[in-house]
């Protein structure tokens, strides 16, 4: 293979201006709300059995749904949960009751309906927490979750990778923050006990706690990719590609105040960002040019090396393989996935390049190190890389995907998950008929997104989870070596 790129490196010592940006926060509360006076359970009970359990319940109901216990409520189907607690607009109990449009549900059936008052205490017992008549929540037990930015509206959905459903979704606009401010990208810490995500319209980086309270804020310019260091206190913060002309640095904050730094990169548009772990190195890419930086926070240095190439590559994502030898870098103008052997540094140049299906975007590796998978984003499909022979193993594309996005893997390497945003592109960019519809049309979910479970060892699509519009960055906890 012949190499496209040249190299050129220089390390530069950078000054670190220490700001401290976090404000005092007040916690404010998602999960767990008490609400008084809200319809019970056995009231909600009362009315499926009037207008549901005629055909789901017993041996076979419809779907495989039964309502007519709490548990089997709270069972839900193989596809889905019926009811996600704390969000009732969005749960498929309600939405399928009242916006179903052209379903073989009670309305088209001529069976009993719903009344008013009756939707109404679904309503409010969902938007309570969906409780039990003994005040249990559902979902509420600890899991291995699976977080999902919806950018296209203000929610994100946490997802249970045990059972690959949606079992919580946060909506942003509760919390005070408009429709538009575009939640990007998710971390998560090793032990799940808090989640990070950036807002990229709204400037800000949250952290939540596991049982979904927002817990701090942090003020920076238009975030977007982030990077948590398991092995310490440090997350890195990038920016986002909307930005045309943000601060060449990316932010360095300390998780547990949320106290923040701000290291110089460089780079025009630093956008892609990944650590090595068990070193205090840290990577950048720009979006404008051809260059790639290893900064080190400690030594307080940057190294920087240009890749060259006759035209621009625009870095969109970069990821260290769990055991922390490989790195892997994906370009949307020239559809490569770049390795980098981190065993070489401070030497960065690329030691394959691997050509891939149209605008590669998030990569993810396997806990393994063996396999990364990648989303095409005007490809519509996903390529699997086989790390051991540097070569693509296999293309997917099937239901569900339709303009990948963001990636992850569940910690058992089972199942790798793929994103989609699901909504119309650009001429050239998309490949016609690639939208997905939703299984359901409620009128206003066309452009529901997606998250499409892939089976690591068969490459198959095992599941297409629906989430709301624009699936865009994925977090986990990060898989630990093997
Ligand atoms: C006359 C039979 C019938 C009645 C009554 C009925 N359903 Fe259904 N329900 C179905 C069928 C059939 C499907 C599957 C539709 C399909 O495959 O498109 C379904 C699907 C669903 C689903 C989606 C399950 C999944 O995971 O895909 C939910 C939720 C649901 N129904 C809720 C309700 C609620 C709430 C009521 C009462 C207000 C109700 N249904 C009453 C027949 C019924």
Same mark, same amino acid.
Do not use: I, Q
């Given at each position: 293979m012949q190499p496209i790129w040249t190299l050129s490196t220089a390390t530069i010592p950078i000054l670190i201006a220490f700001a401290s940006l976090a404000a005092g926060f007040e916690a404010s509360p998602v999960d767990h709300l008490a609400r008084a006076g809200v319809a019970g359970y056995p009231e909600v009970q009362q009315a499926l059995d009037r207008a549901c359990t005629s055909c789901h319940s017993g041996d076979a109901p419809a779907r495989g749904?039964?309502?007519?216990s709490w548990e089997h409520i709270v069972a839900g189907s193989e596809d889905r949960t019926a009811v996600i607690p704390f969000h009732a607009e969005r749960s498929p109990l309600l939405a399928l009751a009242t916006r179903l449009e052209g379903g073989p549900h009670p309305a088209e059936l001529g069976e009993a309906e719903l009344t008013e008052t009756e939707i109404e205490s679904i309503r409010a017992w969902i938007d309570d927490?969906?409780?039990?008549?003994?005040?249990e929540v559902p979902y509420s037990e600890p899991g291995q979750l699976l977080y999902v930015a919806n950018q296209g509206v203000a929610t994100v959905a946490i997802i249970d990778m045990g059972t690959n459903r949606v079992v919580r979704i946060i909506d942003l606009q509760e919390l005070g923050f408009p429709p538009n401010c575009m939640p990007h990208h998710i971390v998560v810490e090793p032990d799940g006990s808090h989640w990070y995500l950036s807002l990229i319209a709204a400037d800000v980086v949250l952290k939540f706690d596991r049982s979904n309270q927002l817990v701090a804020r942090l003020d920076i310019e238009r975030p977007g990719l982030l990077a948590l260091d398991p092995e310490s206190d440090l997350l890195y913060v990038a920016r986002s590609m909307v930005a045309v002309n943000p601060p060449s640095t990316i932010g360095v904050v300390r998780?547990?105040?949320m106290t923040m730094e701000q290291v110089d990169t460089?780079?025009? =548009? !630093?956008h892609a960002v990944a650590i090595r772990p068990g070193s205090a190195t840290v990577f950048t890419a720009s979006l404008a040019v051809n260059t790639v930086a290893a900064i080190d926070p400690l030594e307080e240095t940057v190294e920087l090396a240009d890749l060259g190439?006759? =035209? !621009?590559?625009t870095f969109i994502g970069l990821a260290v393989s769990p055991d922390a030898r490989w790195m892997v870098g994906t370009t949307e103008l020239t559809s490569q996935v770049f390795v980098f052997d981190l065993d070489r540094l401070p030497d960065m140049i690329p030691v394959d390049s691997i050509p891939v299906n149209p605008a590669p975007w998030h990569p993810v590796f396997t806990p393994d190190g063996r396999q990364v998978y990648v989303g095409n984003n005007w490809g519509n499909s996903v390529t699997v890389i086989d790390m051991e022979t540097r070569e693509v193993k296999t293309v997917i594309e099937g239901r569900g995907i339709a303009q990948p996005h963001g990636s992850a893997v569940s910690p058992d390497g089972k199942y790798a998950y793929v994103s989609s945003r699901n909504l119309e592109m650009p001429d050239g960019h998309s490949k016609a008929g690639h939208r997905y519809a939703p299984?359901?049309?409620?009128?206003?979910?066309?452009?529901a997104g997606t998250v499409v479970v892939i089976d690591t060892d068969t490459q198959e699509i095992v599941k297409v989870i629906e989430v709301p519009e624009y699936g865009s960055g994925l977090g986990t906890a990060a898989p630990r070596t093997p």
């Open positions: 749904l039964r309502l007519d927490g969906a409780r039990s008549a003994e005040g998780r547990t105040d460089f780079l025009p =548009r !630093p190439g006759d =035209r !621009p590559h299984r359901y049309d409620l009128g206003d979910n066309a452009t």
